[in-house]
T-cell receptor, first 114, second 111 residues
Framework: ETGVTQSPTHLIKTRGQQVTLRCSSQ?????VSWYQQALGQGPQFIFQ???????GRGNFPPRFSGLQFPNYSSELNVNALELDDSALYLC?????????????FGPGTRLLVL | KNQVEQSPQSLIILEGKNCTLQ??????????LRWYKQDTGRGPVSLTI???SENTKSNGRYTATLDADTKQSSLHITASQLSDSASYIC??????????WGAGTKLIIKP
C-alpha cells in the first residue's frame, strides 16, 4: 500500500454531467499529479498541483480542473462529461514537484460515462 | 514528437523463466527514466528511476538498463513468478513536471 487513497473507487455518470474525484496524498507529500488512463493504454498526464497551485498541465481541455487543499489533498473536477472521459483516473503524490523523486499512486477511480 | 514506445505489446512466459522488456524514447530534453509495474485495476508502482548518468539499476529480480546515446532502456526480470503478471510501463521525464508514458507491455506468467 502506498498511503495514497482515492474516492470513489467506481462511478457511473451520464453524458453532460459533472464529476468530482478525490485524492488524499501520502503523509508529507506536497505534490499531487492527476492522470487519465484509458483501457489498454498508458496514463496521460492531466495536471500537477504543488502547494495548492497548479504548476503544470497536459493536453486536456479547461473542463478538466482541479484543486489542492492546505492538507495537500486534491480534487479533480470534470464538467460536461463526454463518453471518451470513461477511464481510470489516477492520482499520484510525491515530495518533489520537479519529478526527481518517486511518485506514489493511488488505486484509481474508474469512471464510466454513459 | 516526444514519444515513448515499448515492445513487445504483450508477452507470455513460463514461471521461472527470464524475460526482457524494451523501451525506446524520443523525449528531449531527458531528465530521468522510470519503470513502473501496474497490476490490473490498480495504480502503478515504481520499480526503478534512472538518470542520464546511470546505466543500470536493480530492484530485487528487476534490473533496468539505460543507454542514453541510443535512447533505449530495458527491464530484465529474472526467475519470473506468477505475481509478476502485470503491465510494465516505461516513463520518461521531460521537464519539471511532464512525464511521457509508454503504453506498457502486458506480461503474463504461466505456471
Amino acid at each position: 500500500e502506498t498511503g495514497v487513497t482515492q474516492s470513489p473507487t467506481h462511478l457511473i455518470k451520464t453524458r453532460g454531467q459533472q464529476v468530482t474525484l478525490r485524492c488524499s496524498s501520502q503523509s508529507g507529500h506536497n505534490t499531487v499529479s492527476w492522470y487519465q488512463q484509458a483501457l489498454g493504454q498508458g496514463p496521460q498526464f492531466i495536471f500537477q498541483y504543488y502547494r495548492e497551485e497548479e504548476n503544470g498541465r497536459g493536453n486536456f481541455p479547461p473542463r478538466f480542473s482541479g484543486l489542492q487543499f492546505p492538507n495537500y489533498s486534491s480534487e479533480l473536477n470534470v464538467n460536461a462529461l463526454e463518453l471518451d472521459d470513461s477511464a481510470l483516473y489516477l492520482c499520484a503524490s510525491s515530495l518533489d514537484p520537479q519529478g526527481q523523486e518517486t511518485q506514489y499512486f493511488g488505486p484509481g477511480t474508474r469512471l464510466l460515462v454513459l | 514528437k516526444n514519444q515513448v514506445e515499448q515492445s513487445p505489446q504483450s508477452l507470455i512466459i513460463l514461471e521461472g523463466k527470464n524475460c526482457t522488456l524494451q523501451c525506446n524514447y524520443t523525449v528531449s530534453p531527458f531528465s530521468n527514466l522510470r519503470w513502473y509495474k501496474q497490476d490490473t485495476g490498480r495504480g502503478p508502482v515504481s520499480l526503478t528511476i534512472m538518470t542520464f548518468s546511470e546505466n543500470t539499476k536493480s530492484n530485487g529480480r528487476y534490473t533496468a538498463t539505460l543507454d542514453a546515446d541510443t535512447k533505449q532502456s530495458s527491464l530484465h526480470i529474472t526467475a519470473s513468478q506468477l505475481s509478476d503478471s502485470a503491465s510494465y510501463i516505461c516513463v520518461v521525464k521531460q521537464s519539471n513536471y511532464q512525464l511521457i508514458w509508454g503504453a506498457g507491455t502486458k506480461l503474463i506468467i504461466k505456471p
